[in-house]
């Protein structure tokens, strides 16, 4: 199957400060990656759509400017939690889809702290 | 509108069969499954795009039938690495354009 993959898969950072999540596809190439967000015991929950070389899509309820994603190639998306505050604390995941047949590969997900 | 998966939990001893449901408000273009065991991403199952598809993957199937708006998981003489929680998500609308809604998760403990 596809490979993506995502970096740091562990950040712990303070108040205040932005972290950087990286989402890559390794063997193929994604037109539209997206970014989710799950907090412990629940669901999936969609953040934004992601599409190479336009502005991301966000979901109802997610802060734009809080969550800035950059769509720069066919395979890498990147996601900046900006003034991070201990709510944002969460497990991101990124998932890039195969513009073939249409399935979405998870990258293995990055864990954010925020203290 | 998040779809509704049935049951929330489910309990099997090893080579026992479980079904997990999952059913939408809204007309769908596909339905995907995926498993998640804990402190992982999920990994994908299998995807169905047609009314009435089946699929079948090892010992796990599943069927989606396009006019109820629901789609079944079939998992068959259970191993202890079926263990974990599995979401289906779904594609609205009449294209695919790849944004998926999760349900809320089914989760699934093998016992020996």
């Known amino acids: 199957g596809a490979v993506v993959s995502q970096h740091p898969s562990r950040v712990i950072c303070k108040s205040g400060t932005s972290v950087k999540i990286e989402c890559r596809s390794l063997d193929f190439q994604a037109t539209t990656m997206f970014w989710y967000r799950q907090f412990p015991k629940q669901s999936l929950m969609l953040m934004a759509t992601s599409n190479e070389g336009s502005k991301a899509t966000y979901e109802q309820g997610v802060e734009k400017d809080k969550f800035l994603i950059n769509h720069a190639s066919l395979t890498l998306s990147t996601l900046t939690v900006t003034s991070a505050h201990p709510e944002d604390s969460s497990f991101y995941i990124c998932?890039?889809?195969?513009?073939?047949?249409?399935?979405?590969?998870f990258g293995p997900g990055t864990r954010l702290l925020v203290l | 509108q998040q779809p509704v998966q049935s049951p929330q939990a489910v309990i099997l001893r090893e080579g026992e069969d479980a079904v997990i449901n999952c059913s939408s408000s809204k007309a769908l273009y596909s339905v995907h499954w995926y498993r998640q065991k804990h402190g992982e991403a999920p990994v994908f199952l299998m995807i169905l795009l047609k009314g009435g598809e089946q699929k079948g993957h090892e010992k796990i199937s599943a069927s989606f039938n396009e006019k109820k708006q629901q789609s079944s998981l079939y998992l068959t003489a259970s191993q202890l690495s079926y263990s974990g929680t599995y979401f289906c998500?779904?594609?609205?609308?009449?294209?695919?354009?790849?944004?998926?809604?999760f349900g809320q998760g089914t989760t699934l403990q093998v016992k020996p």
């Open positions: 998500g779904t594609a609205g609308g009449s294209s695919n354009t790849g944004k998926l809604i």
């Open positions: 998932s890039a889809r195969d513009f073939e047949g249409g399935t979405q590969y």
